[in-house]
T-cell receptor, first 112, second 117 residues
Framework: QQPVQSPQAVILREGEDAVINCSSS?????VHWYRQKHGEAPVFLMI?????EQKGHEKISASFNEKKQQSSLYLTASQLSYSGTYFC?????????????FGQGTILTVHP | GAVVSQHPSRVICKSGTSVKIECRSL??????MFWYRQFPKKSLMLMAT?????????EQGVEKDKFLINHASLTLSTLTVTSAHPEDSSFYIC?????????????FGPGTRLTVL
């Protein structure tokens, strides 16, 4: 089942912050976050496996709630290079372990 | 590390012909590779899971006779679009999971844009 991402689009000025959410109707095994620029392949940002987990990657961090149904990606002090479409990919585990179902994407645009 | 390449990056073909797309993990071995399809401004849709030395498993609605997958080695998987038609035009992306990592990270290739005339 496809996870739901929100918002669909975000417009920022450099230095502003953004939060992108990813929700599933059932508990997940893991959540993967990617950024894709137009015409290019998705670039891996991070993976979250544990309920209540928070992890960071420079100015980009993410959380996974205790129930493992919601994840949020936090972009702080945004830079022009952050522009792109952000996807969460969810692994439901069990018989579908290892397979990712991607959300519809969040288009982030950072202006000078 | 963890670089995945795809070849070709772009291909234009006539309707009815077959097209082969290669996916290679350049600096790691991957027992599992995945093939996705992405339409413009849309999300990635998993087509099939490719396992080295065994048959690929296809997602519901994906024709296995049309999209032939071969995972010949730990670093190479190929997708052949047989008897391509204009509706097969899309961006095809592969990903690979590294054997040496204890996580489930998938690394994506740069994608292949297929246009069928």
């Amino acid at each position: 089942q496809q996870p739901v991402q929100s918002p669909q689009a975000v417009i920022l000025r450099e230095g502003e912050d953004a939060v992108i959410n990813c929700s599933s109707s059932k508990a997940l095994y893991s959540v993967h976050w990617y950024r894709q620029k137009h015409g290019e392949a998705p670039v891996f940002l991070m993976i979250l496996l544990k309920g209540g987990e928070q992890k960071g990657h420079e100015k980009i961090s993410a959380s996974f709630n205790e129930k493992k149904q919601q994840s949020s990606l936090y972009l702080t002090a945004s830079q022009l290079s952050y522009s792109g479409t952000y996807f969460c990919g969810t692994d439901g585990g069990g018989t579908s372990y290892g397979k990712l179902t991607f959300g519809q994407g969040t288009i982030l645009t950072v202006h000078p | 590390g963890a670089v995945v390449s795809q070849h070709p990056s772009r291909v234009i073909c006539k309707s009815g012909t077959s097209v082969k797309i290669e996916c290679r993990s350049l600096d790691f071995q991957a027992t599992t590779m995945f093939w996705y399809r992405q339409f413009p401004k849309k999300s990635l849709m998993l087509m099939a899971t490719s396992n080295e030395g065994s048959k690929a498993t296809y997602e519901q609605g994906v024709e296995k006779d049309k999209f032939l997958i071969n995972h010949a080695s730990l670093t190479l998987s190929t997708l052949t679009v047989t008897s391509a038609h204009p509706e097969d035009s899309s961006f095809y992306i592969c990903s690979a999971k590294s054997m040496r990592e204890d996580t489930d990270t998938q690394y994506f290739g740069p994608g292949t844009r297929l246009t069928v005339l």
